[in-house]
Every structure is written in C-alpha cells, then in structure tokens.
C-alpha cells in the first residue's frame, strides 16, 4: 500500500495512475452524468457508498430512488471481475498478436492475477462487437482510391478467405469480408461492404475472376442508387506487387492474420478478424503517416492513450 493525497492505492494501481491521473478525472465526471438504474433505466438516485471488489477496487454504489433497488453503473465493465484496465491491456496485447495463453502467463506473473487463456479471448470477442456497434454509426472521411485484396486462410484444412479494402488517403481499412470460398457472390458482398463508409473514384483490385462480374452486377445494374465506381485491375501476375505502398499494409494485417490463435471455431475467426480491424483503424500508429486511420479520416470521436478503454466506454454510453 502507497499514500497518495491521502489516498490508499496498492501497488497495482500505483502502476496505473501516475501519467494519465488528469485525463481519468475529466473521464470520471462525465461519467457520472451518464450514471443510470441497471435495472429501470431512471437517473434519479442517490450516492450510497461503495462496493469492495477483489480486483477492481472500491465501485461506487447507488441506491435508485425510483425501483428502490441498489445498484452499481454500467460503464461497460458491470459485473467483471477484472479491473477494466487489466481487460483492455489484455485485449491490445492479444489482438497485437500476444496468444491468449502468453498473455494469461503474464498477468500471472507480473500481478499474479489467475485468468484463464479462454476467459482472455472472452474479453477480445465481447468488446469487440460491443465497439465495432458503435463505430460502424460513425462518419468517415475517405480519399478516393481504394485497394482490395484476400487473403487465404487454412482452417481444419479448409481454405477460407479474409478480404480488405484500404483506402490510400488514410490508410483506413474500409471494408472487410470473412467467407468460406472465393466466388462472384462474395465479391459482391466484399465490395458492398467496402464502399459503406466513403465513395471512391476507383477500387484496385488484383486479376482474380470474380471481380469483373461482381463489380458489373454491383454497379452497372443500378443496385446501389446508381453508384458506379470504375474497376481497376493491377496485373499481378507480371509484377507480383499491385501497388508498393498499399502492399506493405496488406502485408502487415496478414501477417496478423496468419498468426492468430482461436481460429478453430468458425463462429469465432470472423470476430477476431474484426478486433483486427479495430486494431488497425482506431489503436494503433500507421508508421508511415505516424497517425491513426480514423484520426486521418476525421472520425469524430474523442479517444485518450488508452483506447480500447475509451471507445468500450463511448459504446457502453451510445450503443
Ligand atoms: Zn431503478
């Protein structure tokens, strides 16, 4: 235990605290506005001190004036047993390709936490479409060139496909599709799928068959309002490379798309793909612009250092 300002912490959340005590604060009083009754929805209650939790320290508990139930506010982390902090740590490092099971071994280690690698992954799939909910409603910017690529992927010997579409003025991945085979159909999908947040002038894709088709069934036959985007083909058969700057992006999601654990459950390998995308778009640095997707294409949403933290909590309040 540490005094601070008259304040009890242990070490752990010492840990925690020191460059980030500021913002947490504003964090904190803002939140309070959105306190509500879990079990009526009403505002109308009163402060009725705290609940002692193992892991998550002391929780501020209220009594609802209007259902006369006591209650503790869901900021998006009602009834963990974690500390919300440990639960997004865990989930940057496993979706930045930590496995489940080393990250398990390390909060072990260094805070002696005993979490299961399947609880982990728990974490990874509930936040991840609790977030992606709330960013799917958000505007985009997008340039208008965008690039679309798949990617096959073993799993129990069946050959599924990961497609993206990036787009070059931000390097945001603006659409991404999951499906058992290659096909006209999926293209289609695929592509719908990449032009929901922003209208380019052209999409790049490789030489593949089903792109033709697919984008003559998408465009040309009125299906999407009359939209008609041009269709680029990239012959990759001679250069190999379809465009430098954009390969080195695919490069990257696929090299995480690869390494992934978990991918043996066929309902769960679309939803890593998704905290994937997350990753890319919202948490972390492009190293070639040093900013982040959704910072370049002016998505209007206020996010602090710790990220999936923020956005778990602006879902929690807008979903
Ligand atoms: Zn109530």
């Not at 892991?55 to 009834?79: L, M, P, S, V």
């Not at 099971?101 to 609790?130: A, E, P």
């Not at 993206?164 to 603006?174: H, P, Q, Y």
Request: with cysteine.
């Amino acid at each position: 235990m540490w005094l601070i300002n008259n304040i009890r912490v242990t070490h752990i959340e010492l840990l925690y605290k020191s460059p980030i005590t500021m913002k947490c604060k504003k964090v904190k009083q803002k939140e309070n506005k959105n306190v509500c009754c879990v079990f009526c929805k009403a505002q109308n209650y009163i402060k009725k001190g705290y609940r002692r939790t193992e892991y998550r320290g002391k929780i501020a508990r209220y009594y609802c004036k209007d259902c006369g139930k006591n209650f503790t506010n869901n900021d998006g982390f009602y009834r963990m047993r974690f500390n919300e902090r440990t639960i997004t740590m865990s989930i940057d490092m496993f979706v930045s390709n930590l496995s489940s099971r080393k990250m398990r071994n390390q909060l072990s280690r260094h805070f002696s936490f005993k979490v299961s690698h399947i609880t982990i992954l728990d974490w990874v799939r509930r936040y991840t479409l609790k977030v992606n909910k709330f960013i799917e409603k958000l505007g985009y910017n997008l340039g208008d060139s965008f690039y679309a690529d798949e990617t096959e992927i073993q799993r129990e010997g069946k050959h599924d496909r990961f497609w993206a579409c990036i787009d070059w003025n931000t390097r945001l991945i603006t659409g991404y599709h999951y499906s058992l085979n290659g096909s006209i159909t999926q293209a289609q999908e695929f592509i719908k799928k990449s032009v929901a947040k922003g209208k380019p002038k052209f999409i790049q894709t490789d030489a593949a068959q089903f792109y033709p088709k697919a984008f003559k069934k998408l465009f040309y036959s009125n299906k999407i309002g009359g939209l008609t985007i041009e269709h680029k083909i990239q012959n990759y058969q001679k250069t190999r490379i379809h465009n430098y700057k954009i390969e080195t992006v695919f490069m990257k999601i696929k090299d995480r798309v690869y390494d992934f654990r978990g991918f043996k459950a066929l309902w769960s390998a679309p939803i890593l793909m998704t905290a994937l995308v997350i990753q890319h778009n919202f948490i972390e640095l492009h190293s070639g612009t040093n900013e982040t997707p959704f910072e370049r294409a002016s998505v209007d949403v206020q996010v602090g250092n710790n990220r999936w933290l923020d956005l778990i909590r602006l879902a929690t309040q807008n979903n």
